[in-house]
């Protein structure tokens, strides 16, 4: 039987200590990750934008920028905008958003509190398109049991009741 420590491992005499330079735990770093937690938190307030959007995912740039990549819903032109109006300060007058460059239903560049943001939508469809479509599933019409129809209700039918 194994005996396990009740205690960290002490820390080689060679080793260094990390420097205030360092990555993880520098203000720069600290600013990357709040940029990111304003566009996310402005991105999750819009039912819409999450309804719609299949694979949504992100990552870290190699230059500490980060992608946001999508497949359907939205163009990133739009995506821009509502970030340019949703991500704000109470301390700041203005937007906290500005285009970096050139942006288009496919792709858009913003920076966001001196971080870079590149917005990737694969086949969009737009936030006209998406509302307009027949049939498409929401979580408000979904959730909403105070409709009364002849017909299940979409949850009923998730639930198989």
């Known amino acids: 039987m194994a005996v396990k420590r009740k205690y960290a491992l002490r820390r080689p005499k060679n080793a260094t200590v990390p420097d205030q330079g360092d990555d993880d735990l ?3 770093s600290a600013r990357r990750y709040e940029a ?3 566009v996310m938190a402005a991105l999750a307030t819009e039912a819409d934008f999450i309804e719609s959007c ?3 995912t992100w990552w870290r740039g190699s230059d500490h920028s980060w992608h946001i990549e999508w497949r ?3 163009y990133a ?3 821009a905008t509502l970030l340019a109006e949703q991500v704000r300060d109470p301390g700041y007058e203005g937007s906290l958003v500005a285009e970096a460059g050139p942006g288009n239903d ?3 560049v913003l920076d966001v509190m001196g971080v870079r943001f590149e ?3 694969i086949d969009p469809m737009g936030r006209a398109t998406v509302r307009a479509r027949p049939g498409f599933w929401r979580l408000a019409e979904a959730l909403d ?3 009364r129809t002849n017909a299940r209700h979409p949850w009923e039918e998730l639930l198989g009741g």
């Open 106 to 108: 496919a792709s858009a």
């Open 54 to 56: 299949r694979d949504l």
């Open 26 to 28: 520098s203000l720069t």
């Open 77 to 79: 032109s739009e995506v």
């Open 145 to 147: 049991t105070t409709r």
């Open 36 to 38: 990111f937690g304003r």
């Open 72 to 74: 359907d819903g939205p």
């Open 119 to 121: 917005l990737r939508a």
